[in-house]
């Protein structure tokens, strides 16, 4: 069987509450990141924090971050633009990847492109209400292109997110303008328990994703279920050919009780894939699976 993509979600906006091994600061993401990649993982995403856990936008961060992970790892690494928490301009929202891409030693492999809008209001179960009501991530279809634009001026691979099938029909009008490259490396975001933006993370909801592929392009998926246990699909996904984006930045994953850390999430994720058939793919391997280019360019 082919080999599987395994990418690390470290830390996106989670709390210590539920998990306390949750990565804030860069020290601590890039020694998830080596421990990451020593247990299977090709690729780390990561979300700049404070050591309160608070956003930080700071491009700053990311420079120190993804220095740190490069001296030490070759796993790819794809930041954040920002999410809800960097409502700005299109060129605001990149302008840390511009500073990234100054020196080889801070360049990622990917930059996001979560292709449309979605009411992303968070859901209290214990009061039964919305905790906020006025959340909206929007990316406007100009956002995109100018988001695909820079990508591809810098040799960047684009991480295309589908939260539902609005976005992935918007995924194909961009292949059949050629503004993206192929294979599209789609990322079928599910979402449970507190967001519900997104398809709900079942077999009926990635069936429901997976049955939008653009017809007549390559393409290449990965899931990932944000504040759910994707662990209720990782068989599914791995027996249908899919790709795998884990970690405690989307759920405060246990076993027994006792708070897992990323790495250990990523062992169990490769230990099954490994026991259906499927080994880990290789940071070269990865890079050969999405076509990604050679060599990124300097800004």
């Keep these: ?4 993509i395994i990418e690390a ?3 996106e906006l989670a709390s210590r509450r539920g998990n306390p091994h949750v990565p804030f ?11 990451c990649a020593e247990e299977g993982a090709s690729i780390v995403h990561f979300h700049g924090r404070t050591s309160d856990g608070a956003p930080n936008h700071d491009p700053a961060f990311y420079l120190e971050t993804n220095a740190g992970i490069r001296a030490r790892s070759d796993i790819l690494i794809h930041p954040t633009l920002g999410y809800v928490a960097n409502d700005t301009d299109a060129k605001g929202r990149f302008a840390a990847i511009e500073e990234m891409m100054k020196s080889a030693e801070t360049a990622p492999d990917f930059a ?3 292709t ?3 009411n992303v209001d968070w859901w209290n179960p214990e009061e039964g209400g919305y905790d906020t009501t006025e959340l909206i991530y929007k990316n406007s279809t100009g956002t995109l292109m ?6 591809r001026h810098y040799g960047l691979t684009p991480y295309l997110v589908s939260w539902n099938v609005s976005f992935t029909r918007q995924i194909e009008q961009f292949l059949k303008m050629g503004v993206l490259p192929q294979p599209a490396y789609i990322c079928f975001c599910m979402t449970d328990e507190i967001i519900f933006a997104g398809h709900p993370g079942t077999a009926k909801g990635l069936d429901a994703h997976t049955a939008f592929l653009p017809e007549g392009f390559d393409t290449v998926w990965t899931v990932v279920n944000y504040k759910g246990d994707l662990f209720d699909l990782t068989e599914k996904i791995i027996r ?4 795998i984006s884990i970690g405690l930045g989307d759920y405060a994953y246990t076993d027994g009780g006792r708070n897992l850390t990323n790495a250990e999430v990523i062992a169990k994720v490769v230990a099954q894939a490994r026991a259906m058939g499927r080994e880990p793919a290789s940071v ?3 890079r050969k699976i999405l076509n990604m280019p050679d060599k990124r360019i300097a800004a």
Aim: proline content about 5%.
């Design 25 to 35: 600061l860069p020290g601590e993401i890039i020694a998830d990141a080596v421990a």
């Design 240 to 243: 249908e050919g899919g790709h």
């Design 146 to 151: 100018y988001f695909a634009e820079r990508i």
């Design 1 to 4: 069987m082919d080999k599987i």
């Design 284 to 286: 070269a391997e990865t």
């Design 9 to 11: 979600r470290v830390n």
């Design 116 to 118: 449309g809008s979605v």
């Design 112 to 114: 996001p492109m979560d």
